[in-house]
Nanobody, 130 residues
Framework: QVQLVESGGGLVQPGGSLRLSCVASGFTLDYRSLGWFRQAPGKEREAVACISASTGPTYYTDSVKGRFTISRDTVKSTVFLQMNSLKPEDPAVYYC???????????????????????WGQGTQVTVSS
């Protein structure tokens, strides 16, 4: 059974950093793409970053390029989202998600309907405030 558990959220000042972790179980992490998403109150779920299976590319939404970095540790079966230079528009619940029957990174290539599918974690709250 696929399970994703996020952690690492918290309160940080503008310009600060956080590193989110997504521990995966029930599948081999290196064989699947995995994405980070966020949802702020009253807003739609947004794709933030995605790491492809194996040695494939990574993807980022424009608003986080140069500030966020997604990476994978296959030994720890964990995907990280390093978030630097956090801004007031970054607060949200952050989720990681994967799928067995499609490439989650396809969302970044235009197949945005896929954001409603796949296996999702419970989320971790990120708050940016001075």
């Amino acid at each position: 059974q696929v399970q994703l558990v996020e952690s690492g959220g918290g309160l940080v000042q503008p310009g600060g950093s956080l590193r989110l972790s997504c521990v995966a179980s029930g599948f081999t992490l290196d064989y699947r793409s995995l994405g980070w998403f966020r949802q702020a109150p009253g807003k739609e779920r947004e794709a933030v970053a995605c790491i492809s299976a194996s040695t494939g590319p990574t993807y980022y939404t424009d608003s986080v390029k140069g500030r966020f970095t997604i990476s994978r540790d296959t030994v720890k079966s964990t995907v990280f989202l390093q978030m630097n230079s956090l801004k007031p528009e970054d607060p949200a619940v952050y989720y990681c998600a994967t799928a067995s029957d499609f490439d989650m990174c396809a969302i970044f290539r235009g197949d945005t309907s896929l954001i409603n599918f796949g296996s999702w974690g419970q989320g971790t709250q990120v708050t940016v405030s001075s």
